[in-house]
């Protein structure tokens, strides 16, 4: 079985905070890349960040630089994002996904079901 599973998503105010959570199950997280993905009502599916296996290079896209960090507890088969000083831009449904070892490359094998972020006053 492989599953990725997020959490953390929720209703929170401009300028907010929340973590994200995905965990994994039924491959082993330290071979793969996970990456964050979001989708927003109306707009294309977009690449939010990813942190590539062992080695940990991260990327993000410009909207989020500075504002946002991923990281990565293999022990824990677990990738976290942290999204500071949220944005009313930044709602989305927000996914994560595998794919292995290294971010770049455009096939991801695995994706979770999505986790509901609203940033609203």
């Known amino acids: 079985q492989v599953q990725l599973v997020e959490s953390g998503g929720g209703l929170v105010q401009p300028g907010g905070s929340l973590r994200l959570s995905c965990g994994v199950s039924?491959?082993?997280?330290?071979?793969?890349?996970i990456g964050w993905f979001r989708q927003a009502p109306g707009k294309e599916r977009e690449g939010v960040s990813c942190i590539s296996s062992s080695f940990g290079t991260t990327y993000y896209t410009d909207s989020v630089k500075g504002r946002f960090t991923i990281s990565r507890d293999n022990a824990k088969n677990t990738v976290y994002l942290q999204m500071n000083t949220l944005k009313p831009e930044d709602t989305a449904v927000y996914y994560c996904?595998?794919?292995?070892?290294?971010?770049?490359?455009?096939?991801?094998?695995?994706w979770g079901q999505g986790t509901q972020v609203t940033v609203s006053s």
């Open positions: 996904a595998a794919r292995p070892n290294y971010c770049s490359g455009v096939s991801y094998n695995y």
């Open positions: 039924g491959f082993t997280l330290d071979y793969y890349a």
